[in-house]
Protein backbone atom coordinates (compact mmCIF):
# COMPACT_ATOMS: atom_id res chain seq x y z
CA UNK A 1 0.00 0.00 0.00
CA UNK A 2 1.82 2.98 -1.39
CA UNK A 3 -0.79 5.55 1.33
CA UNK A 4 -2.01 7.38 -1.94
CA UNK A 5 -5.69 6.58 -2.77
CA UNK A 6 -7.25 7.03 -6.60
CA UNK A 7 -11.08 6.74 -6.88
CA UNK A 8 -13.38 5.64 -8.50
CA UNK A 9 -11.15 2.34 -9.59
CA UNK A 10 -12.91 1.70 -12.80
CA UNK A 11 -15.43 4.00 -14.86
CA UNK A 12 -16.92 3.76 -17.49
CA UNK A 13 -18.85 6.25 -19.73
CA UNK A 14 -19.77 7.87 -22.67
CA UNK A 15 -18.08 9.86 -25.89
CA UNK A 16 -19.00 13.17 -25.08
CA UNK A 17 -19.31 13.16 -21.29
CA UNK A 18 -17.24 14.79 -18.42
CA UNK A 19 -15.68 12.74 -15.55
CA UNK A 20 -13.68 13.72 -12.18
CA UNK A 21 -10.75 11.64 -11.18
CA UNK A 22 -9.85 11.69 -7.47
CA UNK A 23 -6.71 11.47 -5.84
CA UNK A 24 -5.65 12.00 -1.85
CA UNK A 25 -2.14 11.63 -1.64
CA UNK A 26 0.02 10.01 1.10
CA UNK A 27 -0.04 12.33 4.69
CA UNK A 28 2.48 15.23 4.46
CA UNK A 29 2.85 14.97 0.64
CA UNK A 30 2.73 18.53 -1.04
CA UNK A 31 3.23 17.55 -4.57
CA UNK A 32 0.91 15.55 -6.65
CA UNK A 33 1.40 14.19 -10.37
CA UNK A 34 -1.22 12.77 -12.80
CA UNK A 35 0.13 10.15 -15.22
CA UNK A 36 -1.72 8.90 -18.14
CA UNK A 37 -0.89 5.18 -19.37
CA UNK A 38 -2.22 3.37 -22.80
CA UNK A 39 -1.32 1.07 -24.89
CA UNK A 40 -0.53 3.25 -27.72
CA UNK A 41 1.36 6.23 -25.66
CA UNK A 42 2.57 4.61 -22.83
CA UNK A 43 3.18 6.36 -19.52
CA UNK A 44 2.53 9.76 -20.00
CA UNK A 45 3.07 12.54 -17.36
CA UNK A 46 0.29 14.98 -17.67
CA UNK A 47 0.30 18.01 -14.71
CA UNK A 48 2.08 18.28 -11.11
CA UNK A 49 0.61 20.32 -8.43
CA UNK A 50 2.30 21.54 -5.28
CA UNK A 51 0.84 23.07 -2.33
CA UNK A 52 -1.91 23.86 -4.81
CA UNK A 53 -0.37 25.27 -7.57
CA UNK A 54 0.28 24.10 -10.77
CA UNK A 55 4.37 23.44 -11.01
CA UNK A 56 4.62 21.73 -14.81
CA UNK A 57 2.87 20.60 -17.66
CA UNK A 58 3.25 17.66 -19.89
CA UNK A 59 1.51 16.26 -22.56
CA UNK A 60 -1.95 17.22 -21.29
CA UNK A 61 -5.18 17.88 -23.30
CA UNK A 62 -6.83 21.11 -23.13
CA UNK A 63 -10.17 19.08 -22.24
CA UNK A 64 -8.27 17.96 -19.35
CA UNK A 65 -7.67 19.92 -16.35
CA UNK A 66 -6.80 19.87 -12.80
CA UNK A 67 -6.61 20.97 -9.76
CA UNK A 68 -5.23 20.85 -5.99
CA UNK A 69 -7.41 21.58 -3.23
CA UNK A 70 -6.43 23.13 0.43
CA UNK A 71 -6.28 19.78 1.98
CA UNK A 72 -3.88 19.06 -0.62
CA UNK A 73 -6.30 16.14 -2.35
CA UNK A 74 -6.36 16.76 -6.03
CA UNK A 75 -8.86 16.33 -8.97
CA UNK A 76 -8.05 15.50 -12.37
CA UNK A 77 -11.39 16.44 -14.62
CA UNK A 78 -11.61 14.79 -18.55
CA UNK A 79 -14.07 16.48 -20.45
CA UNK A 80 -15.65 15.65 -24.05
CA UNK A 81 -14.52 12.70 -23.66
CA UNK A 82 -13.05 10.30 -26.34
CA UNK A 83 -12.89 6.61 -27.49
CA UNK A 84 -8.72 7.17 -27.22
CA UNK A 85 -9.07 8.67 -23.85
CA UNK A 86 -9.67 5.29 -22.49
CA UNK A 87 -6.43 4.60 -20.05
CA UNK A 88 -5.85 3.98 -16.65
CA UNK A 89 -4.74 7.25 -14.75
CA UNK A 90 -2.27 7.28 -11.74
CA UNK A 91 -1.76 9.63 -9.10
CA UNK A 92 1.59 10.06 -7.65
CA UNK A 93 2.77 11.87 -4.32
CA UNK A 94 6.26 13.00 -3.43
CA UNK A 95 8.01 14.81 -0.95
CA UNK A 96 10.79 17.36 -2.64
CA UNK A 97 13.64 16.03 -3.29
CA UNK A 98 13.53 12.27 -2.29
CA UNK A 99 13.26 11.33 -5.89
CA UNK A 100 10.72 8.87 -5.10
CA UNK A 101 7.57 9.01 -6.39
CA UNK A 102 4.40 7.34 -4.79
CA UNK A 103 1.84 6.15 -6.95
CA UNK A 104 -1.67 5.32 -6.41
CA UNK A 105 -3.56 1.94 -8.07
CA UNK A 106 -4.99 3.90 -10.52
CA UNK A 107 -8.12 4.94 -12.32
CA UNK A 108 -9.32 2.48 -15.32
CA UNK A 109 -11.27 5.12 -17.71
CA UNK A 110 -13.07 3.34 -20.20
CA UNK A 111 -15.02 5.24 -23.05
CA UNK A 112 -17.48 3.07 -24.98
CA UNK B 1 14.06 16.89 -24.50
CA UNK B 2 14.53 13.56 -23.66
CA UNK B 3 14.35 10.05 -24.19
CA UNK B 4 13.66 6.74 -23.06
CA UNK B 5 14.40 3.21 -24.88
CA UNK B 6 14.28 0.11 -23.18
CA UNK B 7 15.67 -2.44 -26.30
CA UNK B 8 13.65 -5.36 -24.54
CA UNK B 9 9.72 -5.23 -24.74
CA UNK B 10 9.95 -9.12 -23.10
CA UNK B 11 12.05 -11.41 -21.52
CA UNK B 12 11.41 -14.49 -20.38
CA UNK B 13 13.78 -15.71 -17.54
CA UNK B 14 14.08 -18.65 -15.69
CA UNK B 15 13.63 -19.01 -11.66
CA UNK B 16 16.96 -18.37 -10.17
CA UNK B 17 18.38 -17.20 -13.49
CA UNK B 18 20.14 -13.75 -13.53
CA UNK B 19 17.84 -10.92 -15.30
CA UNK B 20 19.24 -7.92 -17.38
CA UNK B 21 17.07 -5.16 -18.29
CA UNK B 22 18.26 -2.52 -21.14
CA UNK B 23 17.58 0.92 -21.21
CA UNK B 24 19.10 3.73 -23.38
CA UNK B 25 18.45 7.20 -22.72
CA UNK B 26 18.92 10.62 -24.75
CA UNK B 27 19.44 13.65 -23.48
CA UNK B 28 21.11 17.07 -23.90
CA UNK B 29 21.30 17.84 -19.85
CA UNK B 30 22.30 15.66 -17.10
CA UNK B 31 19.77 13.74 -15.48
CA UNK B 32 17.81 11.43 -12.93
CA UNK B 33 17.41 8.04 -13.74
CA UNK B 34 14.91 5.36 -12.15
CA UNK B 35 13.54 2.28 -12.87
CA UNK B 36 10.07 1.62 -11.72
CA UNK B 37 8.42 -1.91 -11.28
CA UNK B 38 4.44 -2.31 -12.06
CA UNK B 39 2.81 -5.75 -10.61
CA UNK B 40 -0.58 -6.93 -12.34
CA UNK B 41 -3.40 -4.60 -11.12
CA UNK B 42 -1.34 -2.03 -9.32
CA UNK B 43 0.22 0.69 -9.56
CA UNK B 44 4.08 1.38 -10.04
CA UNK B 45 6.49 0.78 -7.01
CA UNK B 46 10.33 2.52 -7.11
CA UNK B 47 13.09 -0.24 -7.89
CA UNK B 48 15.94 2.24 -7.41
CA UNK B 49 17.42 5.71 -8.65
CA UNK B 50 20.15 7.36 -9.30
CA UNK B 51 20.41 11.27 -8.85
CA UNK B 52 24.42 11.63 -8.26
CA UNK B 53 27.28 10.12 -6.66
CA UNK B 54 27.71 6.07 -7.27
CA UNK B 55 27.47 5.15 -10.62
CA UNK B 56 26.71 1.45 -9.09
CA UNK B 57 22.65 2.02 -7.72
CA UNK B 58 21.64 -0.54 -5.27
CA UNK B 59 17.64 -1.05 -4.87
CA UNK B 60 15.16 -3.00 -3.44
CA UNK B 61 14.36 -6.33 -4.00
CA UNK B 62 17.84 -7.34 -4.95
CA UNK B 63 17.88 -5.22 -7.98
CA UNK B 64 20.81 -3.06 -8.76
CA UNK B 65 21.73 -0.68 -11.64
CA UNK B 66 24.89 1.09 -13.28
CA UNK B 67 24.60 4.07 -14.70
CA UNK B 68 26.99 4.49 -17.44
CA UNK B 69 27.03 8.29 -18.89
CA UNK B 70 29.29 7.31 -22.02
CA UNK B 71 27.05 4.86 -23.06
CA UNK B 72 23.97 6.64 -22.27
CA UNK B 73 22.78 3.61 -20.16
CA UNK B 74 21.01 2.22 -17.10
CA UNK B 75 20.47 -1.35 -17.18
CA UNK B 76 19.00 -2.91 -14.52
CA UNK B 77 20.19 -6.49 -13.39
CA UNK B 78 19.20 -9.35 -11.05
CA UNK B 79 21.58 -12.17 -9.91
CA UNK B 80 18.92 -14.78 -9.55
CA UNK B 81 15.04 -14.17 -9.94
CA UNK B 82 11.72 -15.06 -7.94
CA UNK B 83 8.38 -15.79 -9.69
CA UNK B 84 7.35 -12.88 -7.80
CA UNK B 85 9.88 -11.25 -9.62
CA UNK B 86 7.25 -11.85 -12.86
CA UNK B 87 6.16 -7.95 -13.63
CA UNK B 88 6.54 -4.88 -16.14
CA UNK B 89 9.52 -3.19 -15.45
CA UNK B 90 9.91 0.64 -16.56
CA UNK B 91 13.07 3.10 -16.97
CA UNK B 92 12.40 6.36 -16.46
CA UNK B 93 14.91 9.67 -17.02
CA UNK B 94 14.01 13.40 -15.37
CA UNK B 95 15.70 16.78 -15.65
CA UNK B 96 16.92 17.98 -12.80
CA UNK B 97 16.07 21.74 -13.72
CA UNK B 98 12.95 20.83 -13.93
CA UNK B 99 10.37 19.18 -11.78
CA UNK B 100 11.87 15.93 -11.44
CA UNK B 101 8.98 13.81 -10.90
CA UNK B 102 7.99 14.93 -14.35
CA UNK B 103 9.27 11.53 -15.67
CA UNK B 104 9.85 10.28 -19.02
CA UNK B 105 9.33 6.56 -19.06
CA UNK B 106 10.02 4.05 -21.57
CA UNK B 107 7.82 1.64 -23.25
CA UNK B 108 8.44 -1.21 -20.38
CA UNK B 109 9.88 -4.70 -20.32
CA UNK B 110 7.76 -7.46 -19.50
CA UNK B 111 9.51 -9.83 -17.60
CA UNK B 112 8.28 -13.51 -17.18
CA UNK B 113 9.43 -15.59 -14.64
CA UNK B 114 8.95 -19.86 -15.29
CA UNK B 115 10.19 -22.47 -13.15
Known amino acids: DSGVTQTPKHLITATGQRVTLRCSPR?????VYWYQQSLDQGLQFLIQ???????AKGNILERFSAQQFPDLHSELNLSSLELGDSALYFC???????????FGEGSRLTVL | AQSVTQLDSQVPVFEEAPVELRCNYSSSVSVYLFWYVQYPNQGLQLLLKYLSGSTLVKGINGFEAEFNKSQTSFHLRKPSVHISDTAEYFC?????????????FGAGTQVVVTP
Open chain 1, 92 to 102: ASSVAGTGELF
Open chain 2, 92 to 104: AVSDPTDSWGKLQ
Open chain 1, 27 to 31: SGDLS
Open chain 1, 49 to 55: YYNGEER
